[in-house]
């Protein structure tokens, strides 16, 4: 049996600096495929409704298939991320008290994700004095899949907070929140544009929602999917991917705001 499976270990061993972003992604589609499974079973009763019925067995499968993942990857990503919220909390600390007391927790932390974290972390100590500067194998800059995520995650400074001066754009809810509906309505009408999500006359969803009629409240018309020549529909496409896309950290030092002389004296 371990010779069967030394490929894939040898693998992950090779994914070292990956393995984070790879638990957190497969955690995420199997707590989503339980969730869906839920909701199918238990809100939309697809055990009894025969209209569900060419979902039932791929939905069953997802139950199983989901629920055995997590229970042997949730634990494994909820360890490799409370490490990484631990390290987090270490590379924005300027203690040299602290660091220096949480060193060897620190180090076993960012070798256990990965070789950057680790020369992240070296860097660190080297600007407090607390390790000489030597050269590093891997360059504390070179990012990782998870920086992405991170950084949209707890960003101050979004592209849209940079077009709105409110300082409420700042708010990293607000911004989670503003990326997140963006994402959810893109993928929801990609698929209505192309695969359909409304019901035809014979009760498939094979029909795409003209967004305009359901905006208005009128009646709502559908066509057969894919239709792409809904202008309506491109647009709210287009809201969704830019609410998306400005969520996300904005480049280069955040201008500050000009101090006036009357300012000053005040």
Known sequence: MSGILAPLKNWWESQRDRHLFLLGTITFISTSILLWSIVYFFFLGGAQDPDLEHLRNWTWAGLFVGFTILVF??????????????????????????????????????????????????????????????AAKVNPEEKVPEDLIINWWGTEDSRLSRMIGAEVFREPWLNRS????????????????????ARNAALERENTIIIWDWLNGETINSVPAPYFDDISGWIVLFISLFLLWASFPASGERPEPTVTETDEEE
């Open 73 to 134: 990857v949730a634990p494994e990503f909820i360890h490799y991320q409370g490490k990484w919220s631990f390290l987090m909390e270490v590379l924005q600390s300027t203690s040299r008290a602290e660091l220096g007391r949480q060193r060897k927790e620190a180090e076993e932390a960012a070798t256990l994700l990965g070789s950057v974290w680790s020369a992240r972390l070296k860097s660190h100590y080297v600007e407090h004095g607390l390790a000489k500067g030597k």
């Open 178 to 197: 503003l990326g997140s509906v963006g994402f959810i309505v893109t993928i929801l009408q990609f698929c209505n544009m192309a695969f359909g999500i």
